[in-house]
């Protein structure tokens, strides 16, 4: 064996020992959740059903809807929960790499995400799921009776929260952006009216159609992205930063 091929073996070696430690977290998380699967469904399906009129339900339309739907989100709220430690294997796992301010400017980054992530889920369930749900209840034709199946449920909030975790990412979509050199702070500043109307666009395509749920959403969506153009002055490279300083007048 070469040795240009020891230190790439070496390196999957590592990477297959963090991933199993991962996949052990998540597996860790799931068991000790399991039991309460069904009362972890509940938690989830409260926003819907504090909305449904008297005398409704949800209903499972398959066999053996009422047990896996519950052990599905169980599975996927063990990986949330156990974000934190999988970057951390991710971190641990790339950071021989990188140079010491590369680690400095990265670290925040990294773990940063999560926590953006989870305030964008928190988000969706504390203050869109009851003004979605109650929008879309109090819709329903005269004499349609509302009955959810979990199923569809569980697939309807699922997206919600990836679409809201994903769209609290803007401030480290900023720093990455400006960091790799694509644009700069000032050029994201005088983008600024764009953006407000790009982000009330997606507010309107991400909510129910009503003038509240979309403002919730963009509103914080455009404060993300001041907070992101604010931060990204410290994550411009020194080379970039002295060539816009020439440049201007």
């Known amino acids: 064996m070469s040795q240009a091929q020891q230190p790439l073996i070496s390196h999957l070696v590592e990477l297959r020992s963090r991933l199993l430690r991962a996949f052990a977290a998540i597996l860790a998380v799931f068991l000790a959740l399991v039991y309460f699967a069904n009362d972890i469904y509940t938690i989830l399906a409260e926003p819907l059903l504090s909305q449904l009129p008297e005398g409704a339900s949800m209903i499972a339309t398959g066999v053996a809807t009422p047990f896996l739907t519950p052990l599905k989100l169980t599975l996927i709220v063990s990986f949330f929960f156990a974000i934190p430690y999988v970057l951390y294997q991710v971190w641990a796992f790339i950071a021989p790499g990188l140079y010491k301010h590369e680690k400095r400017l990265i670290a925040p980054l990294v773990f940063s995400s999560a926590l953006l992530f989870y305030a964008g889920a928190a988000f969706a369930y504390f203050v869109v799921f009851p003004l979605a749900f109650g929008f879309f209840t109090k819709m329903a034709p005269e004499g349609v009776t509302i009955a959810t199946d979990i199923a569809s449920y569980l697939d309807f909030v699922l997206g919600l929260f990836v679409a809201f975790g994903i769209a609290f990412e803007i401030p480290i979509a900023t720093i990455l952006l400006c960091w790799t050199g694509v644009t700069s702070p ?64």
């Open 186 to 249: 000032k050029e994201l500043s005088g983008k600024r009216p764009y953006v407000i109307v790009v982000v009330f666009i997606v507010g309107m395509l991400l909510t129910p159609p009503d003038v509240i749920s979309q403002t919730l959403l963009a509103i914080p969506m455009w404060l993300l992205f001041e907070v992101g153009v604010f931060f990204s002055r410290f994550y411009v490279r020194k080379e970039d930063a002295e060539a816009q300083q020439d440049q201007e007048p």
